[in-house]
């Protein structure tokens, strides 16, 4: 089902590929409880979904919302992998702090914590490590990457975008061709050619995306851009340069006039050759 494609994960996507069609999220409404696949009612919900349905049903619903916070009951599974020793799918109750999921885990010298995958916030420990795993503070939907100091963020973000590009189904054009100049906004920044103008850009072309893509991949693609600039500033801050004069960093003066000399240069050996 969905042939492997992320955007699948959109229930409207899935229900398209399972008609034999091409994965690409409908307009909602309607949703699919009301007209799914063939156009008949669908329950399209995640396996830990009817896992915990299955399990409300035997011990009833009271035992469930014993767990958890008032807003998030119940429990959560965790795909935690990354800088730790003890990777795995762990089952936390809803309000556990980001601190000790890490303690749980061993995360040796966690800096930084990217929940909820690409799409999710990438957030600090140091500053955020006593945010509660919950709807109401700093929401996961079970993906849990921890990286220490040894890692470029800057170069994961990157990696990042390049994956909603690759993934972007392509039918809308903020999630088309945003993602794209967004990566290439981040890869200008990790060159060391962007300046404050650029930072600038990034952050209301990242909003643009998030508010008028068609699905939730391009509602949320902008987000390791936008969270790393908001919790990580000082990693842009590093890398950006004075703009000087009327020119962007990005125009490399020098490097257009080697090519006019060499344009030059090749025309004058034609007419000499002739």
């Known amino acids: 089902m969905g042939a492997g494609a992320y955007i699948c994960g959109d229930e409207t996507a899935l229900i398209e590929s399972l008609e034999g069609k091409r994965g690409t999220p409908r307009v909602k409404p309607p949703y699919p409880v009301n007209m799914g696949y063939l156009g008949k009612p669908t329950s399209a919900n995640n396996v830990e979904t009817f896992a915990a349905v299955a399990a409300i049903i035997e011990h009833g619903a009271s035992w469930f919302k014993a767990m958890g916070t008032a807003e998030s009951t119940g429990t959560r599974l965790l795909s935690i992998s990354g800088d730790c020793s003890a990777p795995g799918i762990y089952e936390i109750a809803w309000g556990i702090t980001l601190a000790d999921v890490l303690a749980k885990a061993g995360a040796r010298d966690p800096w930084a914590v990217q929940v909820s995958g690409p799409s999710g916030d990438c957030v600090s420990v140091e500053k955020d490590g006593q945010r509660a795993i919950a709807l109401e503070d700093l929401s996961c939907n079970?993906?849990?990457?921890?990286?220490?100091?040894?890692?470029?963020?800057?170069?994961?973000?990157?990696?990042f975008m390049q994956f909603f590009v690759n993934e972007s189904c392509g039918i809308c054009v903020p999630c088309r061709s945003g993602n794209v100049d967004l990566f290439k906004k981040i890869n200008r920044v990790i060159d060391g050619k962007?300046?404050?103008?650029?930072?600038?850009?990034?952050?209301?072309?990242?909003?643009?995306?998030?508010?008028?893509?068609?699905?939730?991949?391009?509602?949320?693609?902008?987000?390791?851009?936008?969270?790393?600039?908001?919790?990580?500033?000082?990693?842009?801050?590093?890398?950006?340069?004075?703009?000087?004069?009327?020119?962007?960093?990005?125009?490399?003066?020098?490097?257009?006039?080697?090519?006019?000399?060499?344009?030059?240069?090749?025309?004058?050996?034609?007419?000499?050759?002739?």
Do not use: H
């Not at 079970?142 to 990696?159: A, N, P, W």
């Not at 072309?205 to 068609?214: A, F």
């Open 142 to 159: 079970g993906s849990f990457m921890i990286f220490d100091r040894s890692r470029d963020l800057l170069d994961i973000v990157s990696q």
């Open 194 to 274: 962007a300046c404050q103008k650029d930072l600038d850009e990034v952050v209301v072309w990242g909003k643009l995306v998030r508010k008028t893509s068609r699905c939730g991949l391009g509602g949320t693609s902008p987000k390791p851009i936008l969270t790393t600039l908001q919790n990580f500033p000082e990693l842009y801050a590093a890398k950006l340069v004075k703009q000087a004069g009327p020119l962007l960093p990005s125009f490399d003066l020098e490097e257009s006039r080697r090519g006019y000399r060499e344009a030059i240069a090749m025309l004058n050996d034609r007419r000499t050759v002739s």
